[in-house]
């Protein structure tokens, strides 16, 4: 009943909360990209120093609001829904972030402390103390589970329904158009799901590729679309959704998941009693066994850790060439003005090289998931 | 540290929200847009091969088309050389049939001009042997006529007969 409630009033309010900041943003977020490192920058500055590092890390990871710019000393964010269970007996709490005015009031008992959830009763401390704090408080406390729609569940939301609406849009059109040559967007994606097809599955897993081609093609266009979407400044892009090791991790056990759903007899012989290699490599030691079970955990970690690094690093580079107009900005304007040039040439190129990346990555993924795939169905030879 | 530690809620909210998008695209996007792709691919394949076949089969017409076309020629130059052999002999036939025609009209005309010729003389000969005792008559009537002339002659005669 409240879920369903909650649901009703969120997505009403959330389709509205999204038009209204998506035209504001998009007329907005240019003018004050500039006037960000000008005039309110320095006002800025005045009170709070610019801090590159907590710049880079607001925007990188995840966040319980979605931050569009500062205006002065006025953030401007869209508030999320927060969901958090609470282990202590008070069970599941809905509200929206905006209670929590970006950390300065705390609400149903519960406060925003450095992008967590924490009990109002949790004391502030500097950040050394905190640390050590927190590790002390959860030990003793019950813990608390945030479900929260996140910037980062929203930008999920958000890219599946595109990616939804995208290709189920294009297979209407396959539909319509039967037998006849490819046109518009058909055209321009179907390159790309016969390459998945041709030089992925096919090359990688044999002639069982097709039962494993929708977990491909889902995988290949999910991650290169919000790859893309990473590299767009302005709502609903922006939000480091591949680089963030939640989501690397979901896909990864996806993988592992299915590599070890069909493997056969063959893969677990390997793993377990390897073949040609001697006895004494297999018993009383067993080393061989060791290190090939080491390797079917090592291999999704490996497509969890690339994937998220690579994002994740194209990020940070980019938002450091940015940061450091502010930084020189700071010394003195002119010392910005004159690195902006530079900084935004940087990365302006970055971005480009980003581009290459995303595709990159989503193909690495792809291919080395079906690799394992292909791997785990090998026959003996 | 949070930037290498899973969230909970990103872990649940991320496995729910692929899982989903998983199945969905799977039934209402990768099916159909799989199975249209295969079956474009056999389409062409197939009109491809038809092509080649249409080709070979047109090759193969073509080849017995110029066949049929020789064949035809020899047949109408057959006909022709038999038409003009046909005509020359119906010309010789013609010819020679008139030449004995000829030669027939003629014999025939010479024939009949034999035997005109030959009545002819018949006749003339019975005029003249006509003519001959009708003249001989006239004169013995004259010479008889006179019993002193027929004694003369009775004399004549038999002075000239020599009774041996």
């Not at chain 1, 409240?2 to 009033?9: D, L, P, S, V």
């Not at chain 1, 009031?105 to 050590?132: F, M, P, Q, T, W």
């Not at chain 1, 955990?297 to 450091?320: E, Q, S």
């Not at chain 2, 013995?140 to 004694?151: F, I, R």
């Amino acid at each position: 009943m409240i879920i369903n409630k909650f649901w009703g009033g969120f997505s009403s309010v959330l389709t509205t909360v999204l038009i209204a900041v998506f035209l504001f943003g998009a007329s907005v977020a240019f003018a004050t990209d500039d006037s960000h490192s000008t005039e309110h920058q320095a006002e800025h500055s005045q009170k709070k120093k610019f801090n590159a590092g907590e710049m880079i890390f607001n925007h990188v990871l995840d966040a319980h609001s979605w931050h569009i710019m500062d205006v002065g000393d006025h953030a401007i964010s869209v508030p999320l829904p927060i969901i958090i269970y609470d282990t202590d007996g008070s069970g599941l709490h809905f509200f929206m972030s905006s209670r929590f005015e970006h950390g300065h009031a705390a609400y149903d008992g519960y406060k925003l402390l450095k992008g967590k959830i924490v009990r109002e009763s949790y004391i502030e401390h500097n950040s050394e103390l905190a640390e050590a704090e927190e590790h002390q408080e959860d030990a003793k406390e019950a813990a608390i589970y945030d479900f929260s729609i996140t910037k980062n569940v929203t930008a999920l939301f958000v890219s599946a329904f595109l990616i939804f609406f995208l290709f189920v849009n294009i297979a209407k059109t396959y539909k319509k158009r039967k037998g006849e040559a490819p046109k518009g967007i058909q055209n321009f994606l179907e390159p790309i799901i016969l390459f998945v097809r041709d030089d992925i599955a096919k090359d990688s897993i044999g002639p069982k590729y097709e039962k494993y081609m929708p977990y491909l093609l889902t995988i290949f266009f999910f991650i290169l679309i919000n790859n893309l979407m990473g590299l767009v400044p302005i709502l609903p892009g922006g939000a480091n959704l591949t680089g963030n090791i939640s989501v690397t991790l979901v896909l990864a056990l996806f993988t592992f998941v299915i590599t070890t759903a069909s493997a056969n007899k063959n893969y677990w012989i390997h793993i377990f009693n390897m073949p040609g290699v001697p006895w004494w490599l297999k018993f009383p030691l067993p080393l061989m066994p060791l290190v090939e079970i080491m390797g079917v955990f090592t291999k999704p970690f490996v497509l969890m850790v690339r994937l998220f690094a690579n994002i994740t690093a194209g990020h940070i580079v980019i938002l450091g060439f940015m940061s450091m107009i502010f930084i020189f900005g700071e010394i003195s304007p002119v010392a910005g003005y004159g690195v902006s040039i530079v900084s935004a040439g940087f990365a302006l190129f970055l971005s480009l090289l980003e581009i290459l990346v995303a595709f990159i990555q989503a193909y690495v993924f792809t291919l080395l998931s079906a690799l394992y795939f292909g791997m785990a169905m090998e026959e003996e030879h | 540290m949070e930037l290498i530690m899973p969230g909970i809620g990103l872990v649940f909210w991320m496995t729910l929200v692929f899982s989903l998008l998983l199945i969905l695209l799977k039934k209402f996007a990768w099916k159909p847009i799989m199975d249209s792709l295969k079956e474009r691919e056999q389409d062409i394949s197939s009109s491809l091969a038809m092509a080649k076949q249409t080709k070979a089969e047109m090759k193969q017409l073509q080849a017995d088309n110029e066949k049929l076309l020789v064949v035809a020629r020899q047949e109408r130059d057959a006909i022709l050389s038999d038409a003009k052999a046909t005509k020359d002999q119906i010309i010789n036939e013609a010819k020679d049939k008139a030449q004995s025609e000829a030669d027939r009209i003629v014999e025939a005309a010479r024939v009949n001009i034999e035997n005109e010729k030959r009545t002819a003389l018949t006749e003339i000969k019975t005029q003249v042997a006509e003519l001959s005792i009708d003249i001989a008559e006239k004169v013995l009537k004259a010479e008889l006529s006179n019993k002193a002339e027929q004694n003369k002659l009775v004399e004549k005669q038999l002075a000239n007969l020599n009774f041996n």
